[in-house]
Structures are given as structure tokens and as C-alpha cells.
Nanobody
Framework: QVQLVESGGGLVQAGGSLTLFCAAT????????MAWYGQARGKEREVVAE???????NYADSVRGRCTISSGDAKNTVHLQMNSLKPEDTAVYYC??????????????????WGQGTQVTVSS
């Protein structure tokens, strides 16, 4: 069972920076994409940034230009550098990973994994 271990959340003042880290452990299948989602209190969980094994990256409009997602030096790790943080960035941030492919018998599969979340609080 894949486990996503997150770290890096915390309290920061508006305009400050944080880096979130996530590592996927015990992965049997290749991880094709990793992402960070944010869930503010009372709101739905939404994608903040994602990176695919091809290297392509996507960002939510709300963070584009302020955040950078990148693969770590170790396999199946991902970082999210968050700059110029705003109070509205306050949320629990969840690491997400997807493994997908075709089995030897020709069946398609997709496994989605979630971390437990790390709190990011931006004070004004």
C-alpha cells in the first residue's frame, strides 16, 4: 500500500514563503503523476499544482506565478514552493499520487493515493 508522507506546513505571515514536501513510499507500480490539493475550511478540495512523469506541470489560476511544483531528487517525491503567500492560501494541503497502466492481462488500472494533509496558515 502506497503511503504519502507530507511535511513543510506551518504558520507564515502574508508575503512569506513555505515549501511543502511529499514522498511516496512502498509504491509497487510506477507513479505517473503527483499533485498538491488545497482544502480551505468549508470548501471543497481543489488542485493547486500537479506534475506528470513527462515533466509537464499545471497550476491553479490562483497560484500561478507564485508557486512551483517540482520533483525531488529522490524517486517519487515532490515539492511545492509557495511564495508571496496570501491569507486566502490558508488551507490543509494534501499530497496526491496516481499510478495507472495496463496489467499483463490487458486490464487498465488506476490507483489514487492521498496523504493525511498538512496545515498551511497565512496570517494577515
Amino acid at each position: 500500500q502506497v503511503q504519502l508522507v507530507e511535511s513543510g506546513g506551518g504558520l507564515v505571515q502574508a508575503g512569506g514563503s513555505l515549501t511543502l514536501f511529499c514522498a511516496a513510499t512502498r509504491s509497487t507500480f510506477s507513479i505517473n503523476a503527483m499533485a498538491w490539493y488545497g482544502q480551505a475550511r468549508g470548501k471543497e478540495r481543489e488542485v493547486v499544482a500537479e506534475i506528470h512523469s513527462s515533466g509537464s506541470r499545471n497550476y491553479a489560476d490562483s497560484v500561478r506565478g507564485r508557486c512551483t511544483i517540482s520533483s525531488g531528487d529522490a524517486k517519487n517525491t515532490v515539492h511545492l514552493q509557495m511564495n508571496s503567500l496570501k491569507p486566502e492560501d490558508t488551507a490543509v494541503y494534501y499530497c496526491n499520487a496516481i499510478s495507472e497502466g495496463i496489467t499483463e492481462t490487458g486490464e487498465a488500472f488506476e490507483y489514487v493515493y492521498w496523504g493525511q494533509g498538512t496545515q498551511v496558515t497565512v496570517s494577515s
